[in-house]
């Protein structure tokens, strides 16, 4: 069973950085990207960005393209998001999901992450 | 970019009514579009892909329908499991989610 597991929650202050770890098993790593999508509480879903685990490259959402990095390793299966410059409305659950590639919906979801920003 | 825009935001209905979600692109996204629920605490689960196509292990009560810039959700009988968000989202340019519809009980 495909599984994409997360890592725990976060509590930061403003200005700082997050780096959220998503652990994929039980498929071929490469096979697919990763993708992130937040969700701020009680809000909807908000796609951020993505990568690819085969080549490393990003596509980011516009409002996120100073501040985000994701990237992958592929000897671990995991991919990885960094987010700087946190400020308070940055709180919220962040997921990763798999994507087969550009023009694909996200069929396996990992747990989710909270991330508090809070001084 | 693109918009989804869903509508009703927030659906009020009973166990075995029929229930159906709408989602409306900006512009023609063809079948390129997913929906998805989600109960409190959990993350999305996938329901529907390319519009019409059902995600497996998924009941059969669960529809799509729609391409260029309409598509309907349906549930054909509500069932007490099914009370939770819905969130239609397009992969035609990128992704992009509707803002949700909430199932509840009336």
């Known amino acids: 069973q495909v599984q994409l597991v997360q890592s725990g929650p976060e509590m930061k202050k403003p200005g700082a950085s997050v780096r959220v770890s998503c652990k994929a098993s039980h498929y071929t790593f490469t096979n697919y990207g990763i993708t992130w999508v937040r969700q701020a509480p009680g809000q909807g879903l908000e796609w951020m960005g993505w990568v690819s685990t085969y080549s490393a490259n990003t596509n980011f959402a516009q409002k996120y393209q100073d501040r985000l990095t994701m990237t992958t390793d592929t000897s671990t299966s995991t991919a990885y998001m960094e987010l700087r410059s946190l400020r308070s409305d940055d709180t919220a659950v962040y997921y990763c999901?798999?994507?087969?590639?550009?023009?694909?919906?996200?069929?396996?979801w990992g747990q989710g992450t909270l991330v508090t920003v809070s001084s | 970019d693109i918009q989804m825009t869903q509508a009703p935001s927030t659906l009020s209905a009973s166990v075995g009514d029929r229930v159906t979600i709408t989602c409306r692109a900006s512009q023609n996204i063809g079948g390129l579009l997913a929906w998805y629920q989600q109960k409190p605490r959990n993350a999305p689960k996938l329901l529907i892909f390319?519009?019409?196509s059902l995600e497996s292990g998924v009941p059969s009560r669960f529809s799509g329908s729609g391409s260029g810039t309409e598509f309907t959700l349906t549930i054909s009988s509500l069932q007490p499991d099914d009370f939770a968000t819905y969130y239609c989202q397009q992969y035609e340019s990128y992704w992009t989610f509707g803002q949700g519809t909430k199932v509840d009980i009336k």
């Open positions: 390319d519009a019409s």
């Open positions: 999901a798999r994507v087969l590639g550009r023009k694909n919906f996200f069929d396996y």
